[in-house]
């Protein structure tokens, strides 16, 4: 090597040494090596997802750990890909394959505990009957939001209670909606599928991987040599409660990495709290609807059927709802019990269009809680051993995970009624794709099955 390239190389390396203490260069080259390979919804989106996988290096200096949820309508949405960028970037990712709950206890150890991540969680909390099955995770992942939260477990042939930790990030992606008290503690990312102009390079984990790894590494140093003074920041928040917790930690790091991530940062934690609080009222309110629907058939003495007109009515004139100043009319009322594949049809006479109670059954059993005539099909099941022996209050031993320590079952929490499916979508025909034998007819609109569609068109103006 010559004189001219040792001092080449002697350069770079002060420039690269300066440059890793750079947080704003750092964030900004993870940023652009995540956009390199997804498309995200905007702009905020993407720097909520670097914050977040530079929060993991920097963990030590923090008291809660954000959970970060990616979640879409659909499949192939680039949920896995970018948690394949996430695995590639953040601290020790434990990727969790078919894992025991007792394994990820086990893997949590240490001042600095591995980054968790789970793909298709919707096949752990999307059903009943799986979720059921996964309650110890579910308790993991919300207990382990902050610190100090230790499960407390019986092992060994002595049944010794053993503290077991629980602090530490995770990271979750599934198609649909996961559990509230999950979504309640992270940052929440919906994706989307890519359209055709929108172009990505495609990932290669041996290929592509040393370079995910170089910028790994330039967080981790960045990280460790700002940990202590991440660790007395308290930073200005734009948001309170639950959220603040949730968002301080990456609130903190784009402080001090500078440049324009303080700004960036604010943004985006107002921006995707906003679009979540949204989804969680829009959701609430559905439900709500749903209720009110259901009560208003039981006044009506059971009757099997009733016009969108008189529901609607009906719906207007309950005191204290909303659905007066919503201004709740037949369009709305298609469009939202929609949401749980509910139509509106004919009567047996053809005359009016309503809505049948029976149709609406399957949404009542599924989204709204048993009412006190309506005893849960499981309860009975539920008190009783899978052997048909009496229910005990001795702990249960396994080989592959460590006993629970008995709880009084008058305090523990139970749920009657979940969400069977993990999202329900339904599939509709616009007027861009309708064949002869789908045309609406007698001018009904087949995206809101109403009526009231004028002859030169095939939807409703607002149902485009």
């Not at 652009?32 to 670097?50: E, I, P, Q, R």
């Not at 929060?55 to 890909?81: G, I, M, N, Q």
């Given at each position: 090597m010559t004189t001219a390239e040792i001092d080449r190389a002697d350069e770079l390396s002060e420039w690269y040494a300066e440059d890793e203490l750079d947080g704003g260069r750092v964030l900004d080259e993870l940023r652009?090596?995540?956009?390199?390979?997804?498309?995200?919804?905007?702009?905020?989106?993407?720097?909520?997802?670097?914050l977040w996988i530079a929060?993991?290096?920097?963990?030590?200096?923090?008291?809660?750990?954000?959970?970060?949820?990616?979640?879409?309508?659909?499949?192939?949405?680039?949920?896995?890909?970018t948690l394949d960028v996430i695995a590639g970037t953040c601290?020790?990712?434990?990727?969790?394959?078919?894992?025991?709950?007792?394994?990820?206890?086990?893997?949590?150890d240490g001042e600095h505990p591995p980054t968790l991540i789970?793909?298709?969680?919707?096949?752990?909390?999307?059903?009943?009957?799986?979720?059921?099955?996964?309650?110890?995770?579910?308790a993991l992942l919300n207990a382990g939001h902050q610190r100090g939260r230790p499960a407390l477990r019986c092992v060994g042939p002595q049944q010794t209670p053993t503290e077991f930790p629980t602090f530490a990030m995770a990271a979750l992606a599934g198609i649909g909606s996961m559990p509230e008290t999950i979504t309640d503690r992270a940052v929440n990312v919906t994706m989307r599928r890519r359209t055709r102009d929108e172009k990505v390079a495609q990932f290669r984990s041996r290929r592509d991987g040393p370079v995910l790894t170089r910028v790994r590494d330039r967080i981790s140093s960045w990280a460790a040599a700002n940990v202590a003074a991440l660790g007395k920041a308290e930073p200005t928040m734009p948001v309170d409660d639950r959220a603040a917790d949730t968002w301080e930690p990456l609130i903190a790091v784009a402080d001090a990495a500078g440049g324009h991530?303080?700004?960036?940062?604010?943004?985006?934690?107002?921006?995707l709290v906003k679009a979540a609080d949204a989804a969680e009222e829009d959701r609430s309110l559905s439900v709500r609807l749903l209720a009110d629907v259901r009560d208003i058939f039981a006044a009506k003495g059971g009757v099997g059927f009733l016009a969108t007109a008189d529901l609607v009515e009906a719906l207007r004139g309950i005191e204290e709802s909303p659905w007066r100043d919503f201004d709740m009319n037949a369009r709305r009322l298609a469009k939202r019990l929609r949401e749980y594949g509910v139509k509106s049809t004919r009567n047996a006479t053809g005359s009016v269009r309503g809505y049948r109670l029976d149709d609406l059954g399957d949404a009542f059993r599924r989204y709204l809680a048993a009412e006190a005539s309506e005893p849960s099909e499981t309860h009975g099941e539920q008190q009783k051993p899978s052997d048909g022996s009496k229910s005990s209050d001795a702990p249960v031993v396994t080989d592959d995970k460590p006993c629970v320590v008995p709880v009084d079952a008058s305090n523990r929490q139970t749920e009657t009624i979940r969400q069977d499916e993990t999202a329900d979508h339904t599939t509709f025909l616009t007027h861009l794709t309708l064949d002869d034998e789908t045309r609406p007819q007698s001018g009904t609109c087949p995206v809101c099955d109403l009526d009231g569609v004028p002859d030169d068109r095939l939807t409703h103006w607002d149902c485009e």
């Open positions: 652009d090596v995540l956009t390199t390979y997804v498309v995200f919804m905007d702009s905020h989106t993407a720097a909520a997802v670097t929060t993991t290096h920097a963990l030590p200096a923090f008291e809660f750990a954000p959970r970060l949820v990616l979640t879409s309508p659909e499949k192939r949405c680039a949920k896995s890909r601290h020790r990712p434990l990727v969790s394959v078919n894992a025991t709950t007792a394994a990820v206890y086990r893997s949590l789970i793909d298709e969680a919707d096949t752990i909390f999307g059903s009943k009957r799986v979720a059921e099955q996964n309650e110890d995770l579910r991530w303080p700004e960036t940062a604010r943004a985006a934690c107002l921006h």
